[in-house]
């Protein structure tokens, strides 16, 4: 009633309708809090505060999802806990984590989205960072836990911080996540490449070389015009020219496991150096770049129909879908983007 009130005397008086719609691009919620806000004649204006930009409450939930899917089995298995003891342990963990990291955020200030984002994301790579590093063993689970929660717990707590010190840009915090992911990959076909014994740390070793190789690399050219678009493309385009060089020269016939991961890492590499150029020249919208994700597992089912109705070889079929990935996926990008001047990623 009072909202409807305040909407008809905006509209009537002059005096008021400025304060009203102040804002550029003003949201539904923006409207609401700035019409209560308004100002009334012969009155001082309430001062507005702008709950918006603090993701205290976000992080305080992400780490309670971290706390439920994560610690509550870590910790009972890295103390080597067992019965009652383990079980309150890994029911009470949660609990008090995310307790804590709420007290840890209130402390700390203003919490951004980019602290959320990173220390979401160093929670569980830093699980799989540790559990490739731990020593093998055959019957004990103790030390894949022991260094998994280790590191989990180093990179979680570490990016909050990290990021509340540099405060990326949106695109540069997704850059970090989906190039860190990337890594994986990256250290797989390099340790085939090199006939590593433990492919495991090498994954592991890359995948963190390549994620906080690309941050703090973002962070010294002042990138500010990436955006969360530009960085999802980033990583398309990497893993569409690797996976399309891959299928190019590889032979069913003569395979060379080798020879595959050293064309498939080649086109890793020079695919997010063709992301990084075009991110810098165009602008992807977020669902333009989810659209390019999605659309080589779409082409892929269409290609390999088709294939299999023409009763075409694997080594055939091999080859149609390396040429057609990277030219319908690079097409969709020209067709979904746009020129744009340099300008900023936006505040997180």
């Known amino acids: 009633m009072l909202v409807n009130l305040l909407i008809v005397v905006a509209l009537i008086d002059p005096a008021i309708k400025?304060?009203?719609?102040?804002?550029?691009r003003p949201s539904l919620g923006t409207h609401v809090v700035s019409m209560l806000n308004a100002s009334i004649p012969g009155e001082e204006p309430r001062v507005q505060k702008d709950y918006r930009k603090d993701y205290r409450l976000y992080h305080t939930a992400m780490q309670g999802f971290v706390g439920l899917t994560l610690y509550s089995w870590l910790v009972p298995t890295a103390l080597n806990l067992e019965d009652k003891t383990a079980a309150v342990t890994g029911?009470?963990?949660?609990?008090?984590?995310?307790?804590?990291?709420?007290i840890m955020a209130k402390a700390s200030g203003r919490v951004r989205l980019s602290q959320v984002l990173m220390a979401g994301a160093g929670a569980y790579n830093g699980l799989a960072?540790?559990?490739?590093?731990?020593?093998?063993?055959?019957?004990?689970d103790r030390p894949k836990a022991t260094w998994g929660l280790t590191f989990s717990?180093?990179?979680?707590?570490?990016?909050?911080?990290?990021?509340?010190?540099?405060?990326?840009?949106?695109?540069?915090?997704?850059?970090?996540?989906?190039?860190?992911?990337?890594?994986?990959?990256?250290?797989?076909a390099l340790a085939d490449i090199v006939n590593s014994r433990d492919g495991n740390n090498v994954m592991a070793m890359h995948s963190i070389i390549s994620g906080y190789g690309s941050y703090f690399g973002s962070l010294a050219v002042q990138d500010t015009w990436t955006t969360a678009g530009d960085a999802i493309f980033e990583y398309v385009s990497s893993n569409v020219l690797?996976?399309?060089?891959?299928?190019?020269?590889?032979?069913?016939k003569d395979y060379n496991p080798r020879a595959a991961a050293t064309s498939f890492l080649i086109g890793n590499y020079a695919g997010y150096a063709a992301g990084l150029v075009l991110s810098h020249e165009r602008d992807i919208s977020l669902g333009g770049a989810l659209v390019t994700l999605v659309a080589p597992c779409l082409l892929n089912g269409l290609i390999l129909g088709t294939l299999i109705l023409t009763d075409a070889s694997p080594e055939t079929s091999m080859h149609v879908m390396g040429v057609l990935l990277?030219?319908?996926?690079?097409?969709?990008?020209?067709?979904?983007?746009?020129?744009?001047?340099?300008?900023?990623?936006?505040?997180?």
């Open 18 to 24: 400025p304060d009203i719609f102040a804002y550029a």
């Open 91 to 102: 029911l009470w963990t949660p609990v008090f984590w995310a307790g804590g990291q709420y």
């Open 129 to 140: 960072h540790g559990s490739m590093f731990a020593p093998t063993s055959e019957y004990d």
């Open 153 to 188: 717990l180093m990179e979680n707590i570490g990016n909050f911080y990290l990021a509340r010190a540099t405060n990326p840009t949106p695109g540069v915090t997704i850059r970090f996540i989906l190039q860190g992911l990337n890594g994986y990959a990256q250290g797989a």
């Open 242 to 252: 690797g996976t399309s060089l891959f299928l190019l020269f590889s032979s069913e």
């Open 326 to 348: 990277p030219v319908t996926v690079y097409g969709m990008y020209y067709i979904l983007s746009n020129k744009t001047e340099i300008g900023t990623g936006g505040e997180s």
